[in-house]
């Protein structure tokens, strides 16, 4: 197998964090998206936009939880850059199929991407969903997590566009 393709592989074939020095400083913005469904009992609990439990408000908890996971993605992901985020945003809502979604969405002015912290930022809320639901069913699928759109960089990304 060829790792010529592979950003994160020395020509030796070792792992090898990407030299970035010499790439140019852009407006950078990534949004991913993380699906969870949860059981019909656990929907039953949904009042008001929110799911309370005894730990607390479940979509505000995985808000916070998912933008302190999206500032530390360098420390998270071998060979990540450590990046200072300007600003993330997470946004929760309950779509028409009775799913919650989870919309990351990072930004910074630099020369490498924020892609990972968006995954990141959304995975971990999903997962926080999941910490703080489970006590009432495990019956909990996180569905779906990916790169829905990116900007700045190499190449634009948008799977927002194509409904």
Do not use: W
């Not at 592989?9 to 969870?36: E, F, Y």
């Amino acid at each position: 197998m060829s790792t010529q393709n592979f950003t994160h592989i020395d020509p030796a074939g070792n792992p090898s964090m990407v030299d970035v020095g010499g790439k140019a400083i852009t407006k950078r913005i990534a949004k991913a998206r993380s699906i969870v469904v949860l059981d019909q009992e656990i929907m039953d609990k949904l009042n008001n936009e929110e799911i309370h439990t005894k730990k607390g408000p479940v979509f505000q908890t995985a808000i916070i939880a998912g933008v302190m996971a999206a500032k530390k993605t360098g420390e998270l992901i071998p060979l990540c850059h450590p990046l200072g985020l300007e600003n993330c945003q997470v946004e929760i809502s309950v779509n028409s199929d009775n799913e919650v979604e989870i919309i990351c969405t990072a930004s910074l002015t630099g020369k490498t991407g924020i892609e990972m912290e968006a995954l990141t930022g959304a995975s971990v809320a999903a997962l926080t969903i999941y910490d703080m639901c489970k006590a009432f069913s495990h019956n909990i699928i996180i569905k779906e997590t990916r790169l829905i759109a990116k900007s700045g960089g190499k190449r634009d990304f948008d799977l927002t566009t194509s409904k």
